[in-house]
């Protein structure tokens, strides 16, 4: 897998990881009423704000390279 592919693929996993995390956290909260399904849910909002940030980091980055050509 080259540079570029992984770099794009790294914030996705992060993002779809998240996703997964917060469905889990919202069926444990249906589930069961416990507060920790809020916690869980807290983590994988946490996670899918962390690979936004690195998508958003990736592209800034790509954009500098561009414009220094």
Do not use: D, Q
């Amino acid at each position: 897998m080259s540079v570029k592919a992984l770099s794009y693929a790294l914030p996705v996993a992060i993002e779809l990881a998240g996703i997964f995390i917060l469905i889990i956290g919202i069926a444990v909260e249906i589930s069961t009423r416990a507060e920790l399904g809020h916690y869980i849910m807290s983590v994988g909002s946490c996670l899918i704000a962390v690979g936004s940030v690195i998508w958003s980091k990736i592209f800034k980055l790509k954009a500098k390279e561009r414009n220094s050509k």
